[in-house]
């Protein structure tokens, strides 16, 4: 690669054989082309690194050193090795859409004083059925209106320039909530933002209750840490009994099977030309992964994510 990238794509990879390919394979079908993708793999012990590899593009790079170490030490890896003047995230069972990087990079051009630049997620089950998105606001004010309950800006859509980051390393302070932890740390001293476009698909297929317990208890840590810090003892009790509410839902869910349908409630229904174009993207991803070789897991599966189209009208 003979000049920079302007834009530098970090995915950790960890068990991942399955769903890689097409998440890189999004990359690769960005319309805009100045980027690097950082594939930082995490010790897996299925085909992770393996799919990784077989991609000859010379702006994919796999970064593996056969450990596992999890996931803030993989991002802050991701980081400190971007080329690029602006750093995406990227996880590797989702799906960035085709425009997802030019509008980025173009809104961040055009708003130097956005830190942050996220977008609304479609969420989608492990065939492609897509049930639903999870809104954003578009301004720094109503992202981070209660940041005791969280931040509505979704980690992996982030755009954000590498200085930034690197400014503000991922913190283990929070497990499973690293990126409210960052926000958290970050909020009153940066600027957020989201586009009003969805441009990011999220793989979201059932609820696991030990991750989910583990991410609230680190949303409760982060939390007590920084309000605590400032003496707002109300604020971070506040922050306890949410997620501890929210904890006895989500265990209700799981032990009761009702896990996709707390999923479908915790998102917005989707517009028929929003479904109609995740129809569009997932199935070219499918027909090109199926074509090379790759992830061939999902390379009957197009069909599915039409017949949900089918089925709403």
Not at 2 to 22: H, Q, W
Not at 75 to 95: C, I, K, P, W
């Amino acid at each position: 690669m003979n000049a920079a990238p302007l834009v530098s794509i970090g995915m950790p990879a960890f068990d991942c054989g399955e769903t890689l390919a097409v998440a890189i394979r999004s990359i690769l079908n960005q319309t805009y082309k100045n980027w690097e993708l950082l594939v930082v793999e995490d010790g897996s012990s299925d085909r992770t690194l393996e799919v990784a590899r077989s991609f000859s593009d010379p702006r994919i790079s796999v970064l593996s050193d056969y450990s596992h170490k999890g996931l803030v030490p993989r991002l802050n890896q991701a980081v400190a090795t971007s080329h690029g003047e602006y750093f995406a995230r990227m996880d590797a069972d989702d799906v960035a859409y085709p425009e997802r990087l030019k509008r980025q990079v173009e809104y961040l051009q055009q708003h130097p004083e956005v830190d942050l630049l996220g977008c609304p997620m479609l969420m989608f089950k492990d065939d492609g059925v897509a049930f639903g998105c999870r809104p954003t606001p578009e301004n720094h004010e109503e992202i981070c209106r209660q940041p005791s309950s969280g931040f509505r800006i979704a980690h992996a859509t982030l755009m954000g320039r590498v200085s930034w980051f690197r400014a503000h390393p991922y913190d283990h302070v929070a497990p499973r909530a690293e990126d409210y932890d960052l926000f958290l740390r970050s909020y009153t001293t940066s600027r957020f933002a989201c586009l009003c476009e969805i441009l990011y698909g999220c793989r979201e297929d059932r609820l696991l209750l030990r991750k989910i317990l583990v991410g609230r208890y680190g949303v409760v840590k982060a939390a007590a840490r920084e309000f605590a810090s400032c003496r707002k003892y109300v604020t971070a009790a506040a922050a306890l009994l949410k997620q501890v509410a929210k904890a006895h839902v989500d265990v209700f869910a799981v032990l009761t099977g009702l896990e996709y349908r707390v999923l479908a409630h915790r998102a917005r229904p989707l517009h028929a030309d929003d479904l109609q174009r995740w129809t569009e993207v997932w199935s070219e991803l499918q027909h090109e992964t199926a074509e090379r070789g790759g992830g061939s897991y999902y390379g009957n599966q197009p069909s599915t994510a039409e017949a949900a189209l089918a089925s709403r009208h």
